[in-house]
C-alpha cells in the first residue's frame, strides 16, 4: 500500500492565508494526522482480510457487530467490561486496562478483536457471543 498526497486549495480552507510553507511532514505532525492515518492503514489491513476470507458483504448480524465494534466505542467498551465478548481473546490486562481508558487503545483492541473474530468464525455465534 503507498500512501499519496495532494495539495487542494478549497475556499474554506485557511491555511493558506497563514503564509507559512511547510514540508508535507510538517504539515502531517502539525495537524496531528499520524494517529489517524496509522488507524487508517490497520482498518485497511482488516477489510482486506475480510475480503479473502469471507468475500461479498457480511451478514447484517456481522456488519452491525463491527459497526458497533469501530464506531460506537462506548457500547464496545461496557460489551467488554459486562457482556464477556472477549472471553474467547486472551488480551493482556495492561491491554485492557489501556484500553478501557483510552479510545484510540480501545479501538486498536476493537480492531484486533475483529480481526480474531474474522479469522476464527466459529469461535463466536452470530450475536458475537460465546459458544
Known sequence: MTAQFMLLRESHCLGFEEGKTRT????????????????????????????????????????????????????????????????????NPSIMDRAVKNDVALLDLALLWIEHVLSNPNGLDKHGTKR
Open 24 to 91: 508535507l511532514q510538517q504539515w502531517i505532525d502539525d495537524q496531528e494526522v499520524a494517529v489517524y492515518n496509522e488507524n487508517n492503514d490497520k482498518l485497511m489491513q482488516i477489510i482486506s482480510l475480510k475480503n479473502r476470507l469471507i468475500p461479498g458483504p457480511l451478514d447484517i448480524k456481522s456488519s452491525q457487530l463491527f459497526y458497533n465494534a469501530l464506531y460506537d466505542l462506548d457500547n464496545f467498551k461496557w460489551q467488554i467490561q459486562h457482556s464477556g465478548l472477549l472471553d474467547n481473546l486472551k488480551v
